[in-house]
T-cell receptor, first 113, second 112 residues
């Protein structure tokens, strides 16, 4: 079985500050890990993914995430927050051969001007 | 724009009714997945079809059914609707099972 825990249902940061959204996973086999973003009244957009290889993954809009097996974490970061980053962010996990994505409960990111 | 289309965007109906949600996958994608997003349950996997065949079932109620047609579009049928079925229903597609999933804009279902 696999699961995802996102710490902090709401995160607020000032414009220009570091964004850090936390995700921890549990999986009995090597996981594939994803971050999706959902803007208000829109669908889910893929930000980045980790399958194999380099553990630091760069995504769109300046976001990146690092897979840390020893910590079972896949935290999402962005050096400098922009107003347009305000959205809900979902961490998700699956594994090779498993079709379904298991999502975390989401983190709503608010940017303070 | 992910290339996945869903219709309708909004649907308002009454309890006990039946509705059909439609999804067209990205060009070339053979797998279609359905997810439900609600305030109390979050994002939950419902069902997966690959090239017309059911591949996996998740937390899908017996009142719900789906199919994938020869042209690869998929429909999710929800019957005997209850207030608790009000949610956002997403379709996603991928080239093959287990590949990266790309999501459509969703259908917001409101059951009154």
């Amino acid at each position: 079985a696999q699961s995802v825990t996102q710490l902090g249902s709401h995160v607020s940061v000032s414009e220009g500050a570091l964004v850090l959204l936390r995700c921890n996973y549990s999986s009995s086999v090597p996981p594939y890990l994803f971050w999706y973003v959902q803007y208000p009244n829109q669908g889910l957009q893929l930000l980045l993914k980790y399958t194999t290889g380099a553990t630091l993954v760069k995504g769109i809009n300046g976001f990146e995430a690092e897979f840390k097996k020893s910590e079972t974490s896949f935290h999402l970061t962005k050096p400098s927050a922009h107003m347009s980053d305000a959205a809900e962010y979902f961490c998700a996990v699956n594994r090779f051969g498993n079709e379904k994505l298991t999502f975390g409960t989401g983190t709503r990111l608010t940017i303070i001007p | 724009d992910s290339g996945v289309t869903q219709t309708p965007k909004h649907l308002i109906t009454a309890t006990g009714q039946r509705v059909t949600l439609r999804c067209s996958p990205r060009s070339g994608d053979l797998s279609v997945y359905w997810y439900q997003q609600s305030l109390d349950q979050g994002l939950q996997f419902l069902i997966h079809y690959y090239n017309g065949e059911e591949r996996a079932k998740g937390n899908i109620l017996e009142r719900f059914s789906a199919q994938q047609f020869p042209d690869l579009h998929s429909e999710l049928n929800l019957s005997s609707l209850e207030l608790g079925d009000s949610a956002l229903y997403f379709c996603a597609s991928s080239v093959l099972p287990g590949d990266t999933q790309y999501f459509g804009p969703g259908t917001r279902l409101t059951v009154l």
